[in-house]
């Protein structure tokens, strides 16, 4: 039988989802409203503070409320007759075209308005669907041990605990059987199939990465804001796609200290801006607490850009030796307002860093709407053939 090229794809203007019966298209199509709301409404929840200091792990989200189409009776007062009416010449008629006053008082409105529901999601979920195609960049299989992967469905038994019964298949065998002459039309235990669980092994993913935050005095409480937002979300992401990564936490001034993940989430400085010291300090937890041979190593640095003008020889130094044992290194620029963005001393360096070869990336933060782009321009799946291809 030869095939039909006249068939259409889901990639001809129709919905993915329109393949699939009316139930399954209407759940699927919700699915898709309710994760664009939550896409939307990221950057106020990123903006409030409370998801950063640990003080929540929900987020509230409204979501417009969808009708199915339906045929009705037209109300009686929106209904139109032939006549002549009340109306006499020079009588002036209101515009059914202009908009109606919002809020404030005075009497009740007839205006049909908008239901919207608000709905409640764990950070988890949110993770995982704003995740779903991230991956850390340039990620390599090292030496190591292998890791058990969690149990995974593989195949059916006619045995089995009642919680992995697997009630369509079951169904399934039901029917095939009562096609059989003389068949019992009720269930029976032949009838009946388990889900079966296997556990496979993979390589285990051997990570660490370096968060560096710059808290000097340059920096206003919103850019320490706008820089921990995007390393929130980047370390729930990362800890939800890569069970064995390890995290490490530095903030600088004109000194660099390490902390703890609530700390860091909660430190703030003054003075100056030795960025340096912060360089040379993740170099030196590197070297002291982990085998690079073994590892993929990956850092973030956050910062204004500002950066003393005697520091900049030895952070293009510092900045260098580390670049040499990362597998990418990320630099996030946070001054809102400033038309500058990037064109820094630090900015210039990272700049630098990628002209020379090295493994690197740039990108502004003026907002908290960026975050999530940053988040995207860094890790987005790259795709395999074109990576090998160049």
């Known amino acids: 039988m030869g095939e039909d090229n006249g068939t259409q794809t889901p990639t001809d203007g129709a919905k993915w989802y329109e393949l699939f019966s009316r139930g399954a298209r209407d759940w699927l199509r919700h699915d898709e409203k309710v994760r664009e709301a939550v896409r939307r409404h990221l950057p106020q929840a990123v903006a409030g503070g409370e998801l950063i200091s640990g003080g929540a792990r929900t987020v509230r989200v409204p979501v417009r409320m969808l009708e199915h189409y339906r045929f009705r009776l037209r109300p009686a007062e929106e209904r139109q007759g032939a006549g002549q009416g ?42 995982e669907w704003l995740w779903e195609e991230m991956r850390l960049p340039n990620l390599t299989p090292r030496s190591g041990p292998s890791e058990e992967q969690e149990w995974t469905r593989q195949g059916w038994d006619r045995r089995g605990a009642r919680s992995r019964l697997d009630r369509r298949r ?22 009946l199939r388990f889900r079966q669980l296997a556990r496979r092994r993979r390589p285990a993913v051997r990570a660490v990465v370096f968060f560096l935050l710059d808290v000097s005095g340059s920096m206003s409480e919103r850019d320490r804001q706008l820089a921990k937002s995007f390393f929130f979300w980047t370390v729930q992401g990362l800890r939800h796609e890569y069970r064995t990564l390890e995290t490490v936490f530095v903030a600088h001034t004109t000194q660099a200290w390490e902390f703890t993940e609530p700390e860091f989430f909660q430190v703030s400085g003054t003075g100056g801006t030795v960025a ?14 982990f085998d690079t041979q073994s590892l993929n190593v990956y850092f973030f640095y956050a910062s204004d850009g500002d950066n003393a003008v005697s520091d900049t020889d030895e952070a293009r130094s510092a900045l260098a030796a580390l670049a040499g044992e990362a597998c990418f290194c ?40 960026d975050v999530w782009s940053a988040i995207r321009q860094f890790f987005t799946a790259q795709d395999p053939a074109r990576a090998e291809g160049g």
Do not use: M, N, W
């Not at 006499?88 to 059914?96: A, H, L, R, S």
């Not at 912060?278 to 002291?288: A, D, F, P």
């Open 86 to 127: 009340q109306a006499k010449p020079g009588d002036v008629f209101d515009d059914p075209t202009r908009p109606r006053t919002a809020g404030g008082k005075g009497p009740g409105g007839e205006d049909e308005g908008e239901v919207q529901l608000l709905l409640e999601f764990k950070i988890d979920d949110i993770v």
């Open 170 to 191: 079951s169904f399934k065998e039901l029917v095939k059987r009562r096609g059989a002459p003389g068949a019992v039309p009720t269930f029976t235990d032949e009838d």
């Open 276 to 289: 340096s010291s912060g360089l040379r300090k993740v170099s030196e937890i590197l070297h002291e607490r």
């Open 330 to 369: 990320g630099y996030v620029e946070v001054a809102a307002g400033l038309s500058r963005h990037l064109d820094t001393e630090t900015g210039r360096l990272f700049a630098d860093l990628s002209t020379d070869g090295a493994s690197a990336g740039s990108c502004a933060l003026a907002d908290f709407d």
